[in-house]
C-alpha cells in the first residue's frame, strides 16, 4: 500500500479556476507537509500542519489554503489559479515536528499545469 | 533567513566516474539529511547525518557532515546509469516552527 497518496496525479486547468489537491497518509505519521517544486526542481516548503494544526506558512500567497481535516489527511485548495503556479506539488509526512530528526516521505506529487 | 547551497548544479559524468555534490549552510545545522529524486519520481530518504565529522557509507554513496556541521557531502564511486537522478541535501536547525530547509539539488546524468 501507499504510504502517502495523492489526488490527482495531472491537473490542467484554465487560469482564473480554483482547484484542490489531496493527500493521505497512512504511516500514523503527526506531521504533513507541502512543497512546491518549480521547473528547476527547488523544493520549497509551503505549508505544514502538526495534529491538524498549521506551524509553518511560508510566504504563499492567500489563494493557496491548506486545511487538515485529521492528521491522516492534508488537502491544498488554490483560487484563482495562476500561470505561474504551474508545477509540482508533494505532500509529504513525518513522525514529529521540532525533533530535528525526522525522515520526511513524499508522495508520488502532482503536477499542476495552469493554461 | 537560513539558507542551504549545494553545488554544482548539474554534472554529466561517464559511466565508472566518481561523483561528488557539495551542500552549505550558512547556519548550523542540527542535523542533515540526504535525498535522491529519479526523473519523473518524487524525493526519496537516503541518510541522515547527525554527528560533528560524521561519515556514512551505502554501498558506493559515501556521506560526510562536516566538523562545525555546517556543510556536508555526498560521494558516489564509480557511476552507474541507476544513479542518475536529482540529489537533495535538506537541513534542520531544530528549532520548533522550522522547517527543512532544501537545497536546490545536483542533478546527475550518466551516460554509458
Known amino acids: 500500500d501507499t504510504a502517502v497518496s495523492q489526488t490527482p496525479k495531472y491537473l490542467v486547468t484554465q487560469m482564473g479556476n480554483d482547484k484542490s489537491i489531496k493527500c493521505e497518509q497512512n504511516l500514523g505519521h503527526d506531521t504533513m507537509y507541502w512543497y512546491k517544486q518549480d521547473s528547476k526542481k527547488f523544493l520549497k516548503i509551503m505549508f505544514s500542519?502538526?495534529?491538524?494544526?498549521?506551524?509553518i506558512n511560508e510566504t504563499v500567497p492567500n489563494r493557496f489554503s491548506p486545511k487538515s481535516p485529521d492528521k491522516a489527511h492534508l488537502n491544498l485548495h488554490i483560487n484563482s489559479l495562476e500561470l505561474g503556479d504551474s508545477a509540482v506539488y508533494f505532500c509529504a509526512s513525518s513522525a514529529r515536528q521540532g525533533t530535528g530528526l525526522e525522515t520526511q516521505y513524499f508522495g508520488p506529487g502532482t503536477r499542476l499545469l495552469v493554461l | 533567513g537560513q539558507q542551504v547551497m549545494q553545488i554544482p548544479q548539474y554534472q554529466h559524468v561517464q559511466e565508472g566516474e566518481d561523483f561528488t555534490t557539495y551542500c552549505n549552510s550558512s547556519?548550523?545545522?542540527?542535523?542533515i539529511q540526504w535525498y535522491k529524486q529519479r526523473p519523473g519520481g518524487h524525493p526519496v530518504f537516503l541518510i541522515q547525518l547527525v554527528k560533528s565529522g560524521e561519515v556514512k557509507k551505502q554501498k558506493r554513496l559515501t556521506f560526510q557532515f562536516g566538523e562545525a556541521k555546517k556543510n556536508s557531502s555526498l560521494h558516489i564511486t564509480a557511476t552507474q546509469t541507476t544513479d542518475v537522478g536529482t540529489y537533495f541535501c535538506?537541513?534542520?536547525?531544530?528549532?520548533?516552527?522550522?522547517?527543512?530547509?532544501f537545497g536546490k539539488g545536483t542533478t546527475l546524468s550518466v551516460s554509458s
Open positions: 547556519t548550523t545545522l542540527s542535523n
Open positions: 535538506a537541513g534542520n536547525r531544530n528549532q520548533a516552527g522550522t522547517a527543512l530547509i
Open positions: 500542519y502538526n495534529n491538524k494544526e498549521l506551524i
